[in-house]
C-alpha cells in the first residue's frame, strides 16, 4: 500500500517562500510520476505540476510556472514543492498524490491519480 504524508505548510506573506515535502513509503518514488495539487475552499482541486519517473521531466500549470519548482530526493525517497513569490491566490490546501502503477506517465487531472496524501495548508496573507 502506498502512503503519502505532505508537511511543510503553513502560513507566509505575500512575496515569500515555502517548501513542501512529500514523503513516501510502499513506492520507490524514482519510479513513480509523481503530482502536486491543490484545493481552496468552494474550490475544485487543481493541478500545480508533476514530475516524471525516471529522468525527472516536469511540467507545471500556467498559474505557478516560473514560480513553483518540483524536484526530488531518491534517497529519502521524498518529492518536494518549492514555492516562490507567493500570492495570496496560492491559499489553499496543496496534496502530493501517486498514480496506482510505477514506471507510467500520469496526466493533470486527479483522477489520473490513485494514491493521496492528507495534505498541508498554504495560507498566503496580503
Known amino acids: 500500500q502506498v502512503q503519502l504524508v505532505e508537511s511543510g505548510g503553513g502560513l507566509v506573506q505575500a512575496g515569500g517562500s515555502l517548501r513542501l515535502s512529500c514523503a513516501a513509503s510502499?513506492?520507490?518514488?524514482?519510479?513513480?510520476?509523481m503530482g502536486w495539487f491543490r484545493q481552496a475552499p468552494g474550490k475544485e482541486r487543481e493541478f500545480v505540476g508533476r514530475?516524471?519517473?525516471?529522468?525527472?521531466?516536469?511540467y507545471y500549470a500556467d498559474s505557478v510556472k516560473g514560480r513553483f519548482t518540483i524536484s526530488r530526493d531518491n534517497a529519502k525517497n521524498t518529492v518536494y514543492l518549492q514555492m516562490n513569490s507567493l500570492k495570496s491566490e496560492d491559499t489553499a490546501k496543496y496534496y502530493c498524490?501517486?498514480?496506482?502503477?510505477?514506471?507510467?506517465?500520469?496526466?493533470?487531472?486527479?483522477?489520473?491519480?490513485?494514491?493521496w496524501g492528507p495534505g498541508t495548508q498554504v495560507t498566503v496573507s496580503s
Open positions: 498524490a501517486a498514480p496506482r502503477l510505477s514506471f507510467r506517465s500520469a496526466g493533470t487531472g486527479p483522477d489520473d491519480y490513485d494514491y
Open positions: 510502499g513506492r520507490t518514488l524514482s519510479t513513480s510520476d
Open positions: 514530475i516524471g519517473w525516471g529522468g525527472g521531466t516536469s
